[in-house]
């Protein structure tokens, strides 16, 4: 692979989810022609590799990539506790999945509904890699998602990005389900890196949403038709049970506090 192909898939989310881009994205730097500006410009909704790939530069690889690793271990660690018997997750989160194993590797009794993630169904991968782990899973279509959450008892999602106001950005729908999840008392847990912290919403800026081709929607629609493609949503903090990350499991407003306070060297621009 080249630096030419990694972007092509990450363009077509053929390389999906926040931390495996951010993945690839530091690990493409090595490669001949790599270009920092062109890795963001492929998917703008996501502060982990923009954060990634500034510490990367500044200091090495190594170092973005071993606190991606390392974060990643005590998430699951904490994301672990919060496993109950049925779990609702949406849309594929490396870091759910890996949660969800470890506590299969744990013994733990639980099954998982997943929703298929229109357009590109990347539900379907968590529910294959579940399965593969040997965790009893049930794909829904999205619509359905109120008919499993009832009978869910916690929501577990990944996420792209955390605003300074607390808020979380992750795949279309997942807005519509933690509403969903509040009213049915079902707890949401975003389980996030906090390095998914948006350092452009501390001046103000608004996260931008990316915009996906309506062809991913509906290929031969009839001209006339406007589709309308946004590949993520805000999740507003009240919303929110807690953020587990690597620096804890804390409400969002507790969350940005500790995330300001840890990683001042972070939030300076150069
Ligand atoms: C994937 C998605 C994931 C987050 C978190 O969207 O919304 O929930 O990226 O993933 P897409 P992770 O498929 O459009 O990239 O926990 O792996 O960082």
């Not at 949406?90 to 949660?99: E, F, K, M, Q, Y």
């Not at 300074?164 to 999840?181: L, Q, R, V």
């Amino acid at each position: 692979m080249n630096f030419k192909d990694i972007c092509k898939k990450i363009k077509e989310v053929k390389i999906q989810g926040a931390t495996n881009i951010a993945r690839m994205g530091v690990i493409s730097l090595s490669f001949k022609n790599a270009s920092v500006k062109k890795l963001i410009s492929l998917r703008p909704t996501e502060p982990l590799l923009r954060n990634a790939l500034r510490v990367a530069k500044k200091f090495s690889p190594k170092i973005a990539l071993d606190h991606i690793d390392s974060s990643e271990k005590k998430i699951i660690k904490k994301g672990v506790r919060k496993v109950k018997k049925v779990v609702f997750t949406h849309c594929h989160s490396s870091t759910v999945v890996n949660i969800l194993k470890e506590a299969k590797k744990k013994r733990k009794k639980f099954e998982v509904y997943v929703t298929e993630t229109r357009p590109l169904y990347q539900g379907r991968i968590t529910a294959k890699e579940l399965s593969k782990a040997g965790i009893k899973v049930t794909e829904f279509i999205d619509s359905a998602a109120r008919v499993a959450l009832e009978k869910s008892d916690v929501m577990l999602i990944g996420a792209d990005a955390i605003t300074d106001d607390g808020e979380i950005i992750n795949k279309i729908g997942s807005g519509m389900f933690a509403w969903t999840a509040k009213r049915l008392k079902v707890p949401v847990y975003v389980c996030t890196d906090s390095w998914k912290f948006d350092l452009r919403t501390l001046s103000g800026k608004e996260e931008i949403i990316e915009e996906r081709s309506s062809d991913e929607v509906w290929e031969d629609a009839p001209s006339k038709i406007l589709i309308k493609n946004p590949a993520f949503e805000v999740i507003k903090p009240e919303y929110i049970t807690a953020i587990i990350s690597d620096l804890g499991v804390f409400k969002p407003s507790t969350f940005v506090k500790r995330f300001k306070k840890k990683y001042k060297w972070l939030l300076k621009r150069n």
